[in-house]
């Protein structure tokens, strides 16, 4: 069973920083796709940022500018790093892979989810 695990959640005032972190409990070399997920209460869960096999990364609209993702093979992890952070970013944030080894890039299917970690941020 494929376990991804977050960490570097917490409080942080806007306008700070956050950095998250998910370690896989396979390699994710080769791995079609990682991605961030996030929910708050009373919004629908939203893709945050992914990022390919060949590091293409997307983000969505809220966050462009202000997050990044990253990947490193040999720790089998992947970051988040949140800069700039507003009030509307608090959420619970999930580590999401898709650890298929394909010859071809095709859409990510998020088969495995971390077990999310808590994003607050004061105004």
């Known amino acids: 069973q494929v376990q991804l695990v977050e960490s570097g959640g917490g409080l942080v005032q806007a306008g700070g920083s956050l950095r998250l972190s998910c370690v896989a409990s396979?390699?994710?070399?080769?791995?079609?796709?990682m991605g961030w997920y996030r929910r708050s209460p009373g919004n629908q869960r939203e893709l945050v940022a992914s990022?390919?096999?060949?590091?293409?990364?997307n983000y969505a609209d809220s966050v462009k500018g202000r997050f990044s993702i990253s990947k490193d093979i040999a720790k089998d992890t992947v970051y988040l790093q949140m800069n700039n952070l507003k009030p509307e970013d608090t959420a619970a944030y999930y580590c999401?892979?898709?650890?298929?080894?394909?010859?071809?890039?095709?859409?990510?299917?998020?088969?495995?989810w971390g077990q999310g970690a808590h994003v607050t941020v004061s105004s």
């Open positions: 999401v892979a898709d650890l298929r080894k394909l010859l071809f890039k095709v859409p990510p299917r998020w088969d495995y």
């Open positions: 990022i390919t096999r060949d590091d293409l990364t």
């Open positions: 396979e390699s994710i070399s080769g791995a079609n796709g």
